[in-house]
């Protein structure tokens, strides 16, 4: 972490708040510029450093690789010398240009073949950067573009040395990108609403105004996310209207006022009960520790988690960071989802911000400390490296099954333990 780059290389401007108002300005630049791609983004991307851990290289995620990496270097690792590295990459059963195979494992776990014991990875040393995989060279800064229709550049959280980071910057910016040629991704409308597409500016509009609300400074984040079921269940309610410019602009003066009014007290302690039940069955049985340390505080053998005003400061400004990189990126298509809506994808988000509060009181209790950056970094690693990538995980939970109104209804309850402004029960 020690080679932050001070001044970012991209001219980016900061996109001022209210960002849906500011929003409207630069589309207005974007009518000038119509293929232009708007990118919105934060600075911490141009501040990482792999420090080569290795840690990413033994999820178990998918590393996959393009066709073209495939071509180039099956062979010459399949021949190796040494045999180690026979059949290094195993097609995918639906193969794309992009996504065309994954790296193969060490047996009998999820380290990546390449990956030595002392954690440095073969490709690396004995044949430099440029030889990676395109997901090795960039992980964890996310550049993702759908032609002129969206761009988001962000850090993800899931790798270690990114939270510390994350929770640093949280300043949007956005600069203007011309086309690249590229295939673009395709980008995650709300499925089973929109017949056509969200248009590009709807997008963007819709996009600013989850920001503003997130970034109010009243209530907790959790809260702030909660009072945008106002909007969602609008947006569920239009169905299967497209939504317009006109509709959004109305919806935001009607959110801010909604957001802004609310009073939210603490939820009762059945629901915050319920949302424990549920972190029982998110988490694999492996986490014994956890587990036991979240059973204890359920059945009362141990207090409800309480922290001290400085803790709770602390937890809210870091989920308010991680929430932003969030919605950066909820537009796009979550690559490792599969099929999963709109609204699934709000009710997954809040799924996640209990899991990674319940870890963060875990690491909190275990060290009998108060709690930290560090403790915080380790539970979004945690959650983050474990589950923000996985398909089985999300169909197990059967949360690719919910209807709209069932995410938004259950997304209340997950936001309900909410350890920002949670006295002891
Ligand atoms: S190829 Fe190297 S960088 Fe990529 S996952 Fe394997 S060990 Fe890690």
């Known amino acids: 972490m020690s080679s932050e780059t001070d001044q970012p290389s991209k001219n980016l401007s900061p996109l001022n708040k209210p960002y849906f108002l500011s929003m409207q300005q630069r589309l207005e630049q974007l009518t000038h510029a119509p293929v232009d791609t708007l990118v919105l983004t934060t600075t911490d991307l141009e501040r990482f450093k792999c420090s080569q851990c290795g840690v990413c290289c033994a999820l178990p995620w998918n590393i996959h690789i393009s066709k073209d990496y495939y071509d180039q270097w099956y062979h010459h690792f399949h021949q ?39 954690n440095r990875c073969y490709i690396h040393i004995n044949y430099g950067e440029d030889a990676l995989p395109s997901v090795c060279r960039t992980y964890p800064r996310m550049t993702l ?38 295939t673009p991704l395709p980008i995650h409308y709300p499925n089973n609403l929109f017949p056509g597409e969200l248009g590009r500016n709807e997008n963007y509009l819709w996009v600013s105004l989850v920001l503003d609300v997130l970034s109010l400074d009243i209530n907790t984040p959790l809260q702030r996310l909660g009072s945008l079921i106002h909007s ?30 609310l009073n939210l ?10 949302a424990l039940e549920w972190f029982f069955q998110l988490m694999e049985p492996s986490f014994t520790p956890l587990l036991d340390h979240a059973r204890r505080i359920y059945l009362e053998q141990a207090p409800w988690p309480s922290l001290a005003e400085e803790e709770r400061l602390l937890l809210n ?22 099929e999963i809506s709109f609204f699934q994808k709000f009710f997954l988000l809040s799924l996640h911000l209990l899991m990674v509060q319940m870890t963060a009181d875990y ?26 990538q996985r398909c089985d995980w999300v169909q197990k939970q059967r949360i690719n099954t919910l209807s709209p109104e069932d995410s938004l209804a259950l997304m209340q309850t997950a936001l309900s333990l909410n350890l920002g402004m949670m006295q002891a029960l």
Request: glycine share 4%.
């Open 80 to 118: 190796d010398p040494s045999g180690r590295f026979q059949r290094p990459f195993e097609q995918r059963q639906n193969p794309s240009q992009d996504d065309f195979a994954d790296m193969r494992r060490q047996d009998n776990s999820f380290r990546c073949i390449f990956l030595e014991p002392d």
């Open 145 to 182: 573009r759908h032609g002129s229709h969206y761009g988001a550049d962000y850090l993800l959280g899931s790798c270690q040395s990114a939270p510390g980071l994350i929770a640093e910057h949280n300043q949007v910016y956005y600069y203007f990108e011309p086309p690249s040629g590229d």
């Open 232 to 261: 969602l269940e609008y947006i569920a309610l239009k169905t299967p209207e497209k939504i317009t410019q006109a509709q959004l602009k109305l919806l935001y003066r009607e959110q801010m006022q909604r957001s802004n009014q």
């Open 265 to 274: 007290e603490i939820a009762p302690e059945n629901v915050q009960k319920k």
């Open 317 to 338: 400004q870091f989920l308010h960071a991680f929430l932003l990189r969030k919605v950066l990126a909820m537009p796009n298509k979550n690559p490792f989802y599969g």
């Open 363 to 388: 690491y909190r209790s275990r060290t009998q400390s108060p709690l930290s950056i560090k403790q915080l970094s380790q539970a979004v690693n945690l959650i983050d490296g474990r589950y923000s």
